[in-house]
């Protein structure tokens, strides 16, 4: 069974800096992707990054990069120039490669971004 | 192209009744979940289809909840005799299909049992 911790409940940052969301999980697995969606109040988880276990090379997405460690077994979000809008619940989430399709979720970070 | 989308937005319902959550995901896709999310925790996965078939339904609490894809594309979700305990953010989400394919969700329906 696939396990992903997220040991930050709330976080906060000030409007244009930068603030990182830590990630670790726990998998027997090899090969598998990882996540991270935010999902506002409105409800609609949405994602951010995804990156492939087998790549060494960190997911970009504009503003939003990660720091995968593989042997670590973490997977953090980075948010540079942090804006009103990012103020969400973030959950980064874990699915196996192969015949298993469920989406493991960590417990979620609430990010306030501070004007 | 028109995303997830789910009915109802909210759902309030008493105890003990019977309830029905659609989904209709994005067109082309053939992997559809359902998810439910409690108060302040992560997603949890309920069940899983591939086509009209319910490829895993592990997640599935007891047999009060059920769900369809009689067709390969809507489903529905199915509730019997509702407890106070099935409160929640139900999600459903979709995808191309194979295990490498990015979920997309709906904006969930948000199930009230008084």
């Known amino acids: 069974a696939q396990t992903v911790t997220q040991s930050q409940p709330e976080m906060s940052v000030q409007e244009a800096e930068t603030v990182t969301l830590s990630c670790t999980y726990d998998?027997?697995?090899?090969?598998?992707?990882l996540f991270w969606y935010k999902q506002p109040p409105s409800r609609q988880m949405i994602l951010v990054i995804r990156?492939?276990?087998?790549?060494?090379q960190n997911a970009t997405e504009n503003r939003f990069s990660v720091n995968f460690q593989k042997a670590a077994k973490s997977f953090s979000l980075k948010i540079s120039d942090s804006q009103l809008g990012d103020t969400a619940m973030y959950f980064c989430?874990?699915?196996?490669?192969?015949?298993?399709?469920?989406?493991?979720f960590g417990s979620g970070t609430q990010l306030t971004v501070l004007p | 192209g028109a995303g997830v989308s789910q009915t109802p937005s909210n759902k309030v319902t008493e105890k003990g009744k019977y309830v029905e959550l659609r989904c209709d995901p994005i067109s082309g896709h053939t992997a559809l979940y359902w998810y439910r999310q409690s108060l302040g925790q992560g997603p949890e996965f309920l069940i899983y289809?591939?086509?009209?078939?319910?490829?895993?339904d592990s997640g599935l609490p007891n047999d009060r909840f059920f769900a369809v894809r009689p067709e390969g594309s809507v489903s529905t979700l199915k509730i019997q005799r509702t407890e106070r305990g099935d409160s929640a953010v139900y999600l459903c989400a979709s995808s191309g299909g194979t295990g490498s394919d990015t979920q997309y969700f709906g904006p969930g329906t948000r199930l009230t049992v008084l």
């Open positions: 998998t027997s697995e090899n090969n598998y992707y």
């Open positions: 989430a874990f699915i196996p490669s192969g015949s298993a399709r469920q989406l493991t």
């Open positions: 289809f591939q086509g009209t078939g319910a490829a895993d």
């Open positions: 990156q492939e276990a087998y790549k060494q």
